[in-house]
């Protein structure tokens, strides 16, 4: 079998129809990651309670730090796969593809050999409380021990991607959350494992789903065969490789950090509000989850076309992106403004709750009219290979803006919690501003490939 059903050209065809296509399978990924990730929780708090909940929620939290990594060292991978395929230099597809893959796992193993003997220390450092604390340390130290698996993962879908394929990271992705949902029922509800049923079904879905992944794709001719003799990094792939992750990784903590301290501050107005605020946020995690679906295909999209000198076709997939968004983001906008008692409701049988989170959802919700062009405008730079700026831009945004106009906003205005909700679209109307012009000043035509032209070198590493 040939490895060109892998392969999809974005560099041919009409923009939307392409961009469409490509950004429906990866908005379902996320989509059905985001439902899977709610079901985890309440299958716990049904049968163990809400302090293993918490447990497993901040043990989570330091995962997902681990995770950051992986993801923000991929986009620098997807970027250069996704040039270099645009440009048709396969076989530097293929070095980076080795590169990226053969770094991370080395990366996932270093991770769990230094976060594991520091989890009681980094769970204190987040103030876990007692009756929780156990819980969050077996939960940690489970999944580290699978973070090679989600690493793996992570660089397998992104190599895809690259390459314009979003259908089989869906179908992988797919069949890992269905496992790890009849193993949570099996494990938490059957056995009564609890935190450490949670996370051993998590990495045995990730581990089933990475091997099934690797045997599907070198019997199908993939370009990676997945053989220890074809792990090997390339100095040259390693370099560009960091050059782009390393700031995707960096604007990842910058977000999370902004978001701890906005939840900080919301915790000050009590209980029902901290609640109502976290349910809330929920919402808007679904909201803007098919505008960040979009900027990604914006992303990769892009990355080909201007691999290819596309100059045009990148821009005029930038502004199809910015439609879609736009779309999208009149239509919860509008719900978010009309409808947020029975949005609220739905999450909560509280009134304290519900009342709070109607005041914040109407908030925080004209942020849907200016996310559209921001994340669209983040696709084609980051498809340029130009993540130093979306690293300067969420700075900007999440600590330069976010922060301070939550703080005046709520306390010296007197706006309380509206005053924290508004905060978010008042930190992506200042990203707009930078971004556009960034744009407008022609930069993002110098791509990462042609500024830089890799001199070919002899594998360094190998794992054989």
């Given at each position: 079998m040939s490895e060109n059903k892998f392969h999809s050209d974005l560099t041919e065809g009409g923009v939307t129809g392409k961009l469409l296509h490509f950004a429906a399978p990866f908005m379902l990924s996320m989509l059905i990651q985001q439902s899977f990730s709610m079901a985890?929780?309440?299958?716990?708090?049904?049968?163990?309670?809400?302090?293993?909940?918490?447990?497993?929620?901040?043990g989570g939290q330091l995962t997902f730090l681990a995770v950051a990594m992986a993801i923000g060292f991929s986009v620098g991978g997807?970027?250069?796969?996704?040039?270099?395929?645009?440009?048709?230099?396969?076989?530097?597809?293929?070095?980076?593809?080795?590169t990226m893959l053969t770094a991370l796992l080395i990366g996932s193993v270093l991770m769990t050999a230094l976060i594991i003997p520091l989890s009681g220390v980094l769970l204190r450092l987040i103030r876990v409380p007692e009756e929780s604390f156990s819980a969050a340390r077996i939960y940690l130290n489970i999944c580290m021990v699978g973070i090679p698996f989600t690493f793996m993962y992570n660089a397998i879908s992104a190599i895809l991607r690259g390459m314009g394929d979003s259908k089989r990271p869906l179908i992988f992705i797919s069949g890992a959350c269905i496992l790890n949902?009849?193993?949570d029922l099996l494990f938490i509800a059957v056995f009564r494992m609890g935190a450490m049923g949670a996370a051993i079904a998590t990495i045995t879905a990730q581990c089933a789903s990475v091997v099934a992944s690797a045997l599907y794709l070198a019997r199908g001719g993939f370009m990676f065969d997945f053989k220890p003799k074809s792990f090997v990094i390339h100095k040259d792939k390693l370099k560009l490789i960091?050059?782009?992750?390393?700031?995707?990784?960096?604007?990842?903590?910058?977000?999370?950090f902004s978001f701890l301290l906005m939840s900080a501050l919301v915790n000050d107005y009590g209980v029902s509000v901290a609640?109502?605020?976290?349910?809330?946020?929920?919402?808007?995690?679904?909201?803007?989850?098919?505008?960040?679906?979009?900027?990604?295909?914006?992303?990769?999209?892009?990355?080909?076309?201007?691999?290819?000198n596309r100059h045009d076709r990148a821009l005029k997939t930038m502004k199809s992106g910015i439609i879609m968004c736009m779309t999208i983001g009149l239509l919860v906008f509008t719900a978010a403004q009309f409808l947020p008692r029975q949005i609220m409701s739905v999450m909560s049988n509280s009134e304290a709750v519900?009342?709070?989170?109607?005041?914040?959802?109407?908030?925080?919700?004209?942020?849907?009219l200016f996310v559209p062009f921001v994340f669209c405008f983040f696709g084609l730079i980051n498809g340029a290979g130009h993540t130093n700026i979306t690293l300067i831009n969420t700075f900007l945004?999440?600590?330069?803006?976010?922060?301070?106009?939550?703080?005046?906003?709520?306390?010296?205005?007197?706006?309380?919690l509206s005053g924290v909700g508004y905060a978010a679209p008042v930190a992506t109307a200042g990203s707009l501003v930078f971004l556009g012009c960034y744009i407008l000043s022609g930069r993002w035509r110098t791509v990462a490939i042609h500024k830089n032209e890799p001199i070919e070198t002899e594998p360094v590493t190998t794992m054989s």
């Open positions: 985890d929780l309440l299958i716990l708090s049904y049968f163990s309670g809400e302090a293993t909940v918490a447990g497993v929620n901040n997807t970027i250069l796969i996704g040039q270099y395929y645009g440009a048709k230099k396969m076989k530097e597809v293929r070095k980076t593809a080795s949902i009849l193993l960091l050059k782009l992750g390393i700031p995707a990784c960096i604007s990842q903590v910058a977000v999370n609640a109502a605020a976290g349910l809330a946020g929920r919402f808007n995690g679904f909201a803007i989850m098919p505008s960040i679906a979009i900027s990604n295909s914006v992303s990769m999209m892009c990355a080909q076309n201007l691999g290819a519900v009342e709070a989170g109607i005041v914040y959802m109407r908030a925080f919700s004209w942020d849907y945004s999440s600590i330069g803006l976010r922060v301070p106009a939550a703080l005046l906003l709520s306390g010296t205005f007197g706006l309380g």
